[in-house]
């Protein structure tokens, strides 16, 4: 089978992933109750990064779920407000509009759009980093490079 960036790039990319949630309560968000249990979700994706928005891209698709991308918090928050999204990844830094500001934006939100659950993903994994996440909003945070059976934890 062919991948799109090649098969030594999956092979390091699956192997290099960690999860950080330790620092986050509860576990990951049962689907949500409009949705059927044999349909994917539909996943906003946010990342500056092409490459980053594709491998996620490709990992929810491969897992039978719906992708949406925006480069940047200012498309995210617009997606967003119009709502119809069952999860959000979204990156923490990024230009014009950064993660956690987005965060923050999409739980000031009336209902229901701000009770999307989001993920943040970012490289630059630490503890204040953590803290962050979820002050702004973020349910989990993963770090960077995804990894397929951590990502699946947090979906149908």
């Known amino acids: 089978m062919n991948h799109p ?8 990319f699956f192997g290099h992933s960690k999860l950080q949630g330790e620092s986050f309560s509860g576990t990951a968000s049962a689907a949500p109750a409009h949705l059927p249990q044999n349909l994917g979700w539909h996943v906003l994706v946010v990342d500056d990064h092409e490459i980053s928005r594709k491998v996620a891209g490709v990992l929810l698709q491969s897992m039978g779920h719906r992708v949406t991308y925006a480069e940047n918090g200012v498309e995210a ?48 994994l630490n503890d204040g980093i953590v803290k962050q996440s979820k002050m702004a909003g973020m349910e989990h945070i993963l770090s960077k490079p995804l990894q397929k059976s951590l990502l699946a934890a947090f979906l149908p």
């Open 77 to 124: 928050l617009a997606l967003a407000t119009v709502g119809g999204f069952d999860l959000v990844l979204m990156d923490i830094h990024m230009p014009q509009m950064d993660g956690l500001t987005c965060a923050r934006r999409i739980r000031a939100l009336p209902e229901p759009q701000s009770l999307v659950p989001m993920v943040a993903l970012t490289a630059d």
């Open 5 to 12: 960036f090649g098969q030594k790039f999956w092979t390091w």
